[in-house]
């Protein structure tokens, strides 16, 4: 969530565990984060000083019933920042089987 919709295409399969790089690049009145797709996997070196996270899809669900509108209106926004990338840039930003 944030100022900018650099969006990350990601197909999912339960049970499996997956990786994203986080960019973060400072601005003058705020930071911005994009998720991108890691060039290699990583390894177990660079893996220990990783934070690990579960999600939790009802807190996640229940966030997002709070706020209706706002996720539709992100998710708009980034398709159509999606539909500007070349196909190198959607490759950098997709993780999982393709759609």
Do not use: K
């Not at 990601?10 to 790089?21: I, R």
């Not at 579960?54 to 539909?83: C, K, M, T, Y």
């Amino acid at each position: 969530m944030g100022a900018n919709p650099a969006p990350l295409l990601a197909s999912l399969a339960a049970g499996e565990v997956y990786f994203v790089e986080v960019s973060l690049r400072i601005g003058a009145i705020s930071s911005r984060t994009s998720l991108l797709a890691p060039a290699l996997a990583p390894s177990q070196d660079a893996l220990a000083g990783c934070t690990f996270q579960r999600s939790d899809q009802a807190a996640g669900q229940a966030w997002l019933d709070a706020q209706p509108g706002v996720s539709h209106e992100q998710i708009r926004r980034a398709q159509e920042v999606w539909a500007r990338y070349d196909e190198a840039e959607r490759r950098r930003r997709q993780i999982g089987r393709p759609p």
